[in-house]
C-alpha cells in the first residue's frame, strides 16, 4: 500500500540554525502539505501546495518557512533562524480526490 | 472561520466499556468529517471518515455519524480494549479551496485492564 513518507524521523538543531525537513507523498497524487502539532497541542496547519505553488497557508506560515518541490518526489519545508517555539512534529500529507494521508512525522527538537 | 470542538480528556475507562467522545463542529458548507487517532509515539492514522449528512463511518469497532442538524460527529465505540489507548483527534476538511485539514484539541483515552 502506498505511503507518505519523511525524514529525518528526529531532528535535533540549535536555535538559529535553518532545517529542511523532507516528505515523499504519494507518487500520483497532485496536493501537498505541512501539518504541526506542538507537544500535547492539537494539529495545526501550515500550508498546501498545488501545481508548484502554495495554495493556502496559515498565519503561523510566515517568512521563516518555506516549502519547495525541488523534483518530482520531494516535498520539502524550510525552517530559517529556528526558534525554541518551532519544537513540534511536523507532518507532511498528500492527497487524492479523496482523502488525505498523513506520513509518520519527523520530530524537531530545537535547543 | 471553521472550527472544530471536542470533549476535554483524558478519559479513563475499564476493558469493554462504552465510549462516546463527543465532537461538534463550525463550518460553512458541507464539509467532510473525520477521526484520527494518534498512538503513543507514532503519528495520525485515519480511523473512519464520513463526507455528507447521516453517513456513518465504522472501523475496528468505532462508529461516527455526521449530524448536520446538530453539527456533530460523536465517535462510539461498545466495547473499549486495552489497545485502544491513544489520542483521538476529530476533524473536518472543507472540499473546496485548499482543502485543508482543521483538528480538534484531540482526546486522550486510558483503557484500564
Known amino acids: 500500500e502506498p505511503e507518505v513518507t519523511q525524514t529525518p524521523s528526529h531532528q535535533v538543531t540549535q536555535m538559529g540554525q535553518e532545517v529542511i525537513l523532507r516528505c515523499v507523498p504519494i507518487?500520483?497524487?497532485?496536493?501537498f502539505y505541512w501539518y504541526r502539532q506542538i507537544l500535547g497541542q492539537k494539529v495545526e496547519f501550515l500550508v498546501s501546495?498545488?501545481?508548484?505553488?502554495?495554495?493556502?497557508k496559515s498565519e503561523i506560515f510566515d517568512d521563516q518557512f518555506s516549502v519547495e518541490r525541488p523534483d518530482g518526489s520531494n516535498f520539502t519545508l524550510k525552517i530559517r533562524s529556528t526558534k525554541l517555539e518551532d519544537s513540534a512534529m511536523y507532518f507532511c500529507?498528500?492527497?487524492?480526490?479523496?482523502?488525505?494521508?498523513f506520513g509518520p512525522g519527523t520530530r524537531l527538537t530545537v535547543l | 472561520g471553521d472550527s472544530v470542538t471536542q470533549m476535554e480528556g483524558p478519559v479513563t475507562l475499564s476493558e469493554e466499556a462504552f465510549l462516546t467522545i463527543n465532537c461538534t463542529y463550525t463550518?460553512?458548507?458541507?464539509?467532510?468529517l473525520f477521526w484520527y487517532v494518534q498512538y503513543p509515539g507514532e503519528g495520525l492514522q485515519l480511523l473512519l471518515k464520513?463526507?455528507?449528512?447521516?453517513d456513518k463511518g465504522s472501523n475496528k469497532g468505532f462508529e461516527a455519524t455526521y449530524r448536520k442538524e446538530t453539527t456533530s460527529f460523536h465517535l462510539e465505540k461498545g466495547s473499549v480494549q486495552v489497545s485502544d489507548s491513544a489520542v483521538y483527534f476529530c476533524?473536518?476538511?472543507?472540499?473546496?479551496?485548499?482543502?485543508?485539514?482543521?483538528f480538534g484539541a484531540g482526546t486522550r483515552l486510558f483503557v484500564k485492564a
Open positions: 500529507a498528500s492527497r487524492d480526490i479523496e482523502e488525505q494521508f
Open positions: 464520513a463526507t455528507k449528512a447521516d
Open positions: 501546495f498545488y501545481n508548484n505553488e502554495i495554495s493556502e
Open positions: 507518487s500520483n497524487h497532485l496536493y
Open positions: 476533524a473536518l476538511r472543507r472540499n473546496t479551496g485548499g482543502f485543508k485539514t482543521i
Open positions: 463550518a460553512t458548507g458541507y464539509p467532510s
